[in-house]
Structure formats: C-alpha cells, structure tokens
C-alpha cells in the first residue's frame, strides 16, 4: 500500500507569488492535515480537513488556504509568499476509527524556498 | 493552546551510550505520542502513551507517561548510529474535531559518534 504522497518534493519561488502542494493520504483515510516544519523547529499545524469540510485551522495568516477532494486528496494554497514561508510543508493522514484515531502518518514533505 | 517544552535540545552522545529526552507540559495531557525525525526526512510514529504511570518499551527504547500526566521521557539504551535523527514528543486534545491537531515540542537532536 502506498503511504501519504506529496508534490512537488522541492520547490523554489519568489516573494509574491502562488504555491499549491498536492497530498494523497493513504488508502482508507479521510483525515488530512498539514504542518509547517520551519528549520530547526517542530511543525506546526496548519489545517485539518475531515470528510472535505475543514475542522481545525492553526495560528496562520489568511494567505494560507487548503481543501479537500472527494477522493480525499488535499491542496495547500499559499498567496503572496513571503521568505519566511520558506519550509518543510508536511501532509499527514490519520485512519478514523476510534483507536489510534491522532496517530499520524506523514508524508514525506514538500520543500518550499522562497527567494 | 497546549504547550510542551522538550529538553534538551541537542544530546551528542559516542555509540553505546545511553540517551533521555525529556517532555513537559504545564497542564495535565490526556495523551503524548513520539516522533522520530532522520535526518532530511519526515517525521514517524513511534509510540502513543495514554495511562498515568504508562511505560512501554520497543527494543531498546523505554517512553514513559509521568503519573500527574505532564511529563513524558524517551530513553534510548546503548545508543547506535542508526538512532540519528530529531525526537519530538507531541500531544493532542483527544477527541472530537481535534484528532489530526497535534501540538509538537521544539524535539531532542541526538547526534552518534561512532
């Protein structure tokens, strides 16, 4: 089975633009969430959607967006990048039966820099 | 929001040795997971605690869930190279639509001379 996967692994942008990361979760998950791993610190959480409806948001400015898709897969949206958005954007899928229901699984990240 | 301080921050620690990290939370937790970290990589599952008093071990890795449940350890037994890599503790309201938040610790970056 495959795990969580992301898109792009790495990528590189300038102040101002758009970026948009892709997270499948594993099969039979329909939780996703996503964290923010700036170098150095833990991550951070950003979002979590459950059954394409949002149901938690982290401490992140409106520039951040996500949704999810019927099939379960998310986007990330981030407007008018900044350098300190400039991370390790980390997709994690956790199974919603009750037992082990906050367990995560992540995915293995995508690298943003912002130039 | 709940918050947990994890020390300490670096360890360097020549192979064999043993290793501890340390999670601490002001207000009583009604779980704790850890995380382990390589190097470039992402963060992995290692271990849920929920009891007061809880210890579990996997091989040479004891966790343990203090008894008031605001503390929290990880010990490493005669460390390994392979063993490298950032531990982070991390916990979560349990329950309702806080499944998938978790709150993480700054993590432990342990370093292995061999």
């Known amino acids: 089975d495959a795990g969580v996967t992301q898109s792009p692994t790495h990528l590189i942008k300038t102040r101002g633009q758009h970026v948009t990361l892709r997270c499948s979760p594993i099969?039979?998950?329909?939780?996703v969430s996503w964290y923010q791993q700036v170098l150095g610190q833990g991550p951070q959480f950003i979002f979590q959607?459950?059954?394409?409806?949002?149901?938690g948001r982290g401490n992140f400015p409106d520039r951040f967006s996500a949704r999810q898709f019927p099939n379960y897969s998310s986007e990330l949206n981030v407007n008018a990048l900044l350098l300190g958005d400039s991370a390790l954007y980390l997709c994690a899928s956790r199974p919603t039966r009750v037992t082990g229901a906050n367990v995560l699984t992540f995915g293995a990240g995508s690298r943003l820099t912002v130039l | 929001g709940q918050q947990v301080m994890q020390i300490p921050q670096y360890q360097h620690v020549q192979e064999g040795e043993d290793f501890t990290t340390y999670c601490n939370s002001s207000?009583?937790?009604?779980?704790i997971q850890w995380y382990k970290q390589r190097p470039g990589g992402h963060p992995v599952f290692l271990i849920q605690?929920?009891?007061?008093?809880e210890v579990k071990k996997q091989k040479r890795l004891t966790f343990q869930f203090g008894e008031a449940k605001k503390n929290s350890s990880l010990h490493i037994t005669a460390t390994q190279t392979t063993d490298v890599g950032t531990y982070f503790c991390?916990?979560?309201?349990?329950?309702?639509?806080?499944?998938?938040?978790?709150?993480f610790g700054q993590g432990t970056i342990l370093t292995v001379h061999p």
């Open positions: 991390a916990v979560s309201n349990a329950g309702g639509t806080s499944y998938g938040k978790l709150t």
């Open positions: 099969s039979g998950h329909k939780s």
């Open positions: 207000t009583t937790l009604s779980n």
């Open positions: 959607y459950y059954e394409k409806e949002e149901r």
């Open positions: 605690l929920v009891k007061s008093g």
